[in-house]
């Protein structure tokens, strides 16, 4: 059974950092494009970033870029996010998510960027 | 970037009876290798989104088979044959053609009547 587990997610100040995990279990996570998609809060999905199978490709909504990191560790089947400068309007559930169609979806981890 | 619109944004129905949701695009959908990838998704109250049907009428599995995608091009549509209680949420259709980004479409809202 495929298996997403996002963790990380805390309240952070605005201008802080945050790195968000999310360990695959159940596929072989090297064979698939990983994505982190955010909700804020009572609003709809927003894509922010996918990292190719090996890492060589990494793309990035414009508003994160220059902020925000994805990476990977295929040894570890593990997603990663590292979030700087983080924002107010970075506040969201942030889910990884499989594959270039999203086909399966983590439970998400809630990021809160307030003073 | 692509834009994606749904209608309507909110659907109330009455159980066992169909609903349709139609999703359009700003630009056609057709990739160069000639897929068309454009898929839907279920957000069940509190819960995470999980895929339904992706380029356009495939199934994913353990969906009911009441639930249909449609269309081409620029316009599609999801289909609920005889809605459920369980089918209570909010559906996103979201296109992977013209990416990145990827975009979704800001959501319908399906409750019961």
């Known amino acids: 059974e495929v298996q997403l587990v996002e963790s990380g997610g805390n309240l952070v100040q605005p201008g802080g950092s945050l790195r968000l995990s999310c360990a695959a279990s159940?596929?072989?996570?090297?064979?698939?494009?990983m994505s982190w998609v955010r909700q804020a809060p009572g609003k709809g999905l927003e894509w922010v970033a996918n990292?190719?199978?090996?890492?060589?490709?990494?793309y990035y909504m414009d508003s994160v870029k220059g902020r925000f990191t994805i990476s990977r560790d295929n040894a570890k089947n593990s997603l990663s996010l590292q979030m700087n400068s983080l924002r107010a309007e970075d506040t969201a559930v942030y889910f990884c998510?499989?594959?270039?169609?999203?086909?399966?979806w983590g439970q998400g981890t809630l990021v809160t960027v307030s003073s | 970037d692509v834009v994606m619109t749904q209608s309507p944004l909110s659907l109330p129905v009455t159980l066992g009876q169909p609903a349709s949701i139609s999703c359009r695009s700003s630009?056609?959908?057709?990739?160069?290798?000639?897929?068309?990838?454009l898929n839907w998704f279920q957000q069940r109250p509190g819960q995470s989104p999980r895929r339904l049907i992706y380029?356009?009428?495939n199934r994913d599995s353990g969906v009911p088979d009441r639930f249909s995608g449609s269309g081409s091009g620029t316009d599609f549509t999801l289909k609920i044959s005889r809605v459920e209680a369980e089918d209570v949420g909010v559906y996103y259709c979201m296109q992977g053609t013209h990416s990145p980004p990827w975009t979704f479409g800001p959501g319908t809202k399906v409750d019961i009547k």
């Open positions: 998510a499989r594959g270039t169609g999203a086909s399966h």
């Open positions: 159940g596929f072989t996570f090297s064979t698939y494009w």
């Open positions: 380029k356009v009428s």
């Open positions: 630009q056609s959908l057709v990739s160069s290798d000639g897929n068309t990838y």
């Open positions: 990292i190719k199978e090996d890492g060589s490709a990494k």
